[in-house]
Nanobody, 122 residues
Framework: QVQLVESGGGLVQPGGSLTLSCAASGASGFTLSDYDMNWYRQGPGKERELVAAITRGGDSTKYADYVKGRFTISRDNAKNMVYLQMNRLKPDDTAVYYC????????????WGQGTQVTVSS
């Protein structure tokens, strides 16, 4: 079992920045580098959507078109942490942001955090 805890959400004005953090933990033998990591979000009345993804070693990332150039995903496997730096935030970025871990061998083995609310409003 893996536990994911997001933090860093809050209220920010349009054009502002936030950094979300995802702290991962697990039973003895847990290694974050065994998991590809993703950030998803779910806005009001919308379906959950993939925002950004990073491979196990952090050597490859991908982003949804609507956040490219504004958001940056990163990870620190030694600290069991994953981050999402969000710049130039827009009201449309308002959503609950979720951290997701997918096992390197078994995609069916995946875990979710409880989410953190991001509200972009003046």
């Amino acid at each position: 079992q893996v536990q994911l805890v997001e933090s860093g959400g809050g209220l920010v004005q349009p054009g502002g920045s936030l950094t979300l953090s995802c702290a991962a933990s697990g039973a003895s033998g847990f290694t974050l580098s065994d998991y590809d990591m993703n950030w998803y979000r779910q806005g009001p009345g919308k379906e959950r959507e993939l925002v950004a993804a990073i491979t196990r070693g952090g050597d490859s990332t991908k982003y949804a078109d609507y956040v490219k150039g504004r958001f940056t995903i990163s990870r620190d496997n030694a600290k069991n942490m994953v981050y999402l730096q969000m710049n130039r935030l827009k009201p449309d970025d308002t959503a609950v942001y979720y951290c997701n871990a997918v096992h390197k061998w078994f995609a069916s083995i995946n875990y979710w955090g409880q989410g953190t609310q991001v509200t972009v409003s003046s």
